[in-house]
């Protein structure tokens, strides 16, 4: 091979060796920048996205982990997408509201029909109460009637009198006799004397007859009945028309029942009623309310609603307790706007809604404040603030509330929208990341939402409440079941003790409606047999204290309300503590941190 073939292979080779190169270089090396370019862009997306936890929508952080509270796994923050139709919406996802348990339903009109819960007493009829008296005077001489409830009749003797009166009466008659013929009208005045006695024409012509003057003459009874009193004993002295006994006839009683002031406008006239006898379970009587008294009583502030029953069983007893619902109907209205309580969030000065809307961009709600009519037990009528049609959350309001805080839009505290907040320590947790930068402020939630107010007397009276209510939420928090139950026996009694006379004016109504409420959740306190019923039954204990707290503020020292979104089924939880540190009631020591303080009542 000659030196020129040589150097032309050489140059061949490296020739291919370098179009080798820069092909690798060209086609190899370009797939790598692709791959890294977009590993580069989820690294930035992963540093952009915001964590949340759906139990505590507060906590906010940069990256995956666990809840410092509750220890859920941490979830991405949706965006809340274009504000601008809406800057007072707070957007839900579908999933954010499956996870609050927010329901929603159509605002309709319909017939407002509200139960209404009566007590009363059974007692006589007043028309059928009659006072049986002497109509002679004279000496008690027997009594056939010796003691109250005892049935007698028409007619019959109830007593044997003694009358000096009368035996000289008598006397007189047999004079007149003698000389009837020459002077007929005084022997009819000696007989029209007797009569006005109450002599029969018989007993005067048997008394003429046998020509002997009696001593002694019966009293009959002029009607049927039970004696109910008995006003004389044997050997006293009596004048004529002094009452010996009161008769009252049973066949016809009537049930009083009690009307408070707040449930007037829902009772009529010729309503019906349905009411039970606790002597008599399993017994209902059907009955029409006849009349309502016009005044109400200065210190029970009720009224009287009358109910006549026929009794002719005489199962109706005076005296015996009666519980009653009339289904009642306000006249002026025949369709009115109705929501469930639930979905009302109530301050004491301002009654919040929060009416869904959906738009290409999802689901968001919009704070709406209303006007609340009536109650109706489970729901309310709205005077102002809705049209029919409009679609509200039912259930999960807290939570949405609690997101529209949290995103500084308008909310039941802050109406008028307030600070973003990007998490905050809640319940002496760890530290979090991502809290707030230094011009941020914690939202403040103290408002003062008293409905009335009340003396220091009243306040004093309320005192041993919470004191027990206080007690019964640090055993539950402490896992103590004895201590707990004991403390919610103490609650109901304190409730018992409550001298409601404290309560003046307005706040008398206010307060016996939530001592109503107070007492049906507090029924069966001390029935539960283990910590895991009385926790049942403390949310709806809770719930009584805070309408309470919320109508006349504390009796003492500042309250905190907290919550728990895991309590109650995942359904959420309040409950009032004098600390603000979280001890949370519904899980003890297996969830102590859990929760958050929501307000600060004065």
């Given at each position: 091979m000659t030196h020129s073939n040589r150097n032309t292979i050489i140059i061949a080779a490296i020739t291919l060796l370098t179009g080798l190169l820069a092909g690798w270089?060209?086609?190899?090396?370009?797939?790598?920048?692709?791959?890294?370019?977009?590993?580069?862009?989820?690294?930035?997306?992963?540093?952009?996205?915001?964590?949340?936890?759906?139990?505590?929508?507060?906590?906010?952080?940069?990256?995956?982990?666990?809840?410092?509270?509750?220890?859920?796994?941490?979830?991405?923050?949706?965006?809340?997408?274009?504000?601008?139709?809406?800057?007072?919406?707070?957007?839900?996802?579908?999933?954010?509201?499956?996870?609050?348990?927010?329901?929603?339903?159509?605002?309709?009109?319909?017939?407002?029909?509200?139960?209404?819960?009566?007590?009363?007493?059974?007692?006589?009829?007043?028309?059928?109460?009659?006072?049986?008296?002497?109509?002679i005077t004279g000496r008690i001489e027997q009594l056939m009637v010796n003691f109250t409830g005892e049935y007698i009749r028409k007619g019959q003797t109830i007593a044997s009198v003694y009358s000096p009166e009368l035996v000289t009466a008598q006397e007189e008659l047999f004079e007149a006799e003698k000389i009837k013929d020459a002077q007929p009208e005084l022997f009819q005045a000696a007989r029209d004397k007797l009569r006005n006695w109450k002599l029969t024409d018989n007993q005067i012509d048997k008394i003429l007859a046998t020509g002997e003057t009696r001593e002694a003459f019966p009293v009959t009874a002029?009607?049927?009945?039970?004696?109910?009193?008995?006003?004389?004993?044997?050997?006293?002295?009596?004048?004529?028309?002094?009452?010996?006994?009161?008769?009252?006839?049973?066949?016809?009683?009537?049930?009083?029942?009690?009307?408070?002031?707040?449930?007037?406008?829902?009772?009529?006239?010729?309503?019906?009623?349905?009411?039970?006898?606790?002597?008599?379970?399993?017994?209902?009587?059907?009955?029409?309310?006849?009349?309502?008294?016009?005044?109400?009583?200065?210190?029970?502030?009720?009224?009287?609603?009358?109910?006549?029953?026929?009794?002719?069983?005489?199962?109706?007893?005076?005296?015996?307790?009666?519980?009653?619902?009339?289904?009642?109907?306000l006249d002026h209205t025949d369709q009115a706007m109705v929501v469930p309580k639930s979905a009302v969030m109530w301050t004491g000065t301002r009654s919040v809604v929060f009416v869904r809307q959906t738009t290409d961009q999802g689901v968001n709600f919009t704070y709406r404040e209303v006007t609340l009519g009536p109650s109706l037990g489970d729901g309310y009528i709205i005077d102002e603030g809705l049209e029919p049609g409009e679609v509200i959350a039912v259930n999960g309001t807290f939570s949405i509330d609690a997101a529209a805080q949290l995103a500084g839009k308008p909310s039941m505290m802050s109406p008028e929208g307030g600070v973003k907040m990007t998490g905050h320590n809640h319940g002496g947790g760890a530290d979090m990341a991502g809290q707030e930068d230094e011009g941020n402020t914690q939202m403040e939630m103290a408002v003062n939402t008293s409905k009335a107010t009340i003396s220091d007397v009243a306040k004093g009276e309320l005192e041993p409440l919470y004191n027990s209510y206080l007690e019964l939420t640090e055993a539950l928090a402490n896992d103590d079941f004895e201590q707990a139950s004991t403390a919610g026996i103490a609650l109901k009694d304190a409730l018992g003790n409550v001298n409601m006379g404290a309560f003046k004016d307005n706040a008398h109504e206010i307060w016996m409606d939530h001592a109503d409420n107070l007492e049906n959740t507090l029924e069966h306190v001390a029935h539960h047999g283990s910590i895991e019923e009385l926790r049942s039954a403390y949310k709806g204990i809770s719930d009584a204290m805070i309408a309470l707290t919320r109508s006349f503020g504390t009796p003492g020292d500042t309250l905190y309300l907290q919550y728990c979104p895991m309590a109650n089924n995942d359904q959420g939880a309040n409950w009032l503590s004098n600390y603000s540190e979280i001890k949370n009631p519904y899980f003890g020591e297996m969830m102590l941190k859990c929760g958050e303080t929501h307000d600060t009542i004065q």
């Open positions: 270089l060209i086609f190899g090396g370009g797939t790598k920048e692709p791959e890294l370019q977009e590993h580069i862009h989820e690294t930035e997306l992963a540093a952009e996205t915001t964590w949340t936890c759906s139990m505590h929508p507060q906590i906010r952080q940069q990256e995956p982990g666990d809840c410092p509270i509750c220890g859920m796994d941490l979830i991405p923050l949706e965006s809340e997408g274009n504000d601008a139709l809406d800057p007072g919406a707070i957007r839900m996802s579908e999933t954010a509201m499956k996870l609050a348990d927010v329901v929603t339903a159509p605002v309709r009109k319909m017939k407002p029909v509200k139960n209404v819960r009566l007590n009363g007493k059974v007692q006589a009829d007043e028309r059928l109460v009659y006072s049986q008296s002497s109509h002029d009607v049927s009945g039970y004696v109910t009193k008995k006003m004389v004993n044997l050997g006293d002295y009596i004048t004529k028309g002094k009452t010996i006994y009161e008769i009252a006839d049973l066949s016809r009683v009537w049930v009083m029942f009690e009307v408070y002031e707040t449930d007037i406008a829902w009772i009529s006239e010729n309503d019906s009623v349905e009411f039970t006898v606790q002597s008599l379970p399993g017994k209902v009587f059907k009955g029409v309310i006849s009349f309502i008294d016009p005044v109400i009583d200065s210190q029970t502030r009720v009224a009287k609603a009358r109910v006549s029953m026929k009794n002719p069983d005489a199962q109706l007893k005076p005296g015996m307790f009666t519980s009653g619902i009339v289904e009642a109907q």
